[in-house]
């Protein structure tokens, strides 16, 4: 259940991510380039109306059509992905209010491309997006909550559309990328993030392979 406002503010959400807390969830809309803030009732799991950041407002910046959201572990920073901006950006939260700062944005048109979607690795550490034909990862800073360029995977294997979902495994040793009726699977080494190639499983392999396959196997169960 939410409130009112969800309707008033709500204008074309593309992704919404809850804190891991429960205190929190946060939306984005594309249509009106922004990105909203909602307190949550542990007990009742009611949704309450608390803030929206929109991008042109003084000091906000990211989230020109926005595509997707994520909060780190610790609750304290969320990012989002701008799409018009090829950018991802970076926001601190107050963890009295809920409120969010604008941090950073990090502007990469020829790593970042029109990124679909972003994931924080289990250990914090980096942060990977998915665009149709670019597979980026990002260096984090779990005390600043900065992000810098670390690594980009392009068109692998003659791929034009692998990673439209990316996701990483629990135990943080693989990302799977999904894509086109295809997961591609990349091996993730621990202490740089950096990722490796494995194999990939087709729907010829996999009949019915979605991207909803690609979570149940980052779950820790195949990909059938």
């Known amino acids: 259940m939410v409130d009112a406002h969800v309707v008033l503010f709500a204008n074309g959400v593309a992704d919404v991510a809850a804190s891991p807390d429960g205190s929190h969830v946060d939306a984005v809309g594309r249509q009106d380039s922004s990105l909203l803030i909602f ?21 906000i910046d990211g989230i020109d059509f926005p595509n997707s959201v994520e909060v780190s572990a610790d609750n304290r920073f969320v990012y989002t992905i701008s ?38 690795s289990p250990d ?22 900065q992000v810098a360029f670390s690594q980009l995977i392009f068109r692998q294997n003659g791929s034009t559309g692998f990673s439209r979902h990316v996701t990483v495994t629990s135990d943080g040793t693989q990302l799977l990328a999904s894509g086109d009726g ?40 195949s990909v059938s």
């Open 39 to 59: 307190d949550r009732d542990a007990a009742s799991g009611v949704l309450t109306f608390n803030s929206r950041l929109q991008q042109g407002a003084p000091g």
């Open 83 to 120: 799409e018009n901006q090829r950018a991802v950006g970076v926001f601190s939260r107050d963890a009295a209010s809920g409120d969010l700062t604008f941090v950073q944005i990090l502007i990469d048109v020829p790593n970042l491309g029109v990124a679909r979607n972003l994931v924080i």
């Open 182 to 221: 295809q997961v591609m699977i990349f091996d993730r080494a621990s202490a740089t993030g950096e990722l490796t190639f494995d194999r990939v499983i087709t729907s010829t392999e996999a009949p019915g392979l979605t991207a909803s396959s690609t979570e149940a196997a980052a779950a820790g169960r």
């Open 124 to 145: 914090q550490r980096q942060i990977y997006t998915g665009s149709g034909q670019r597979l980026t990862v990002l260096d984090r800073d779990p005390g600043s909550g």
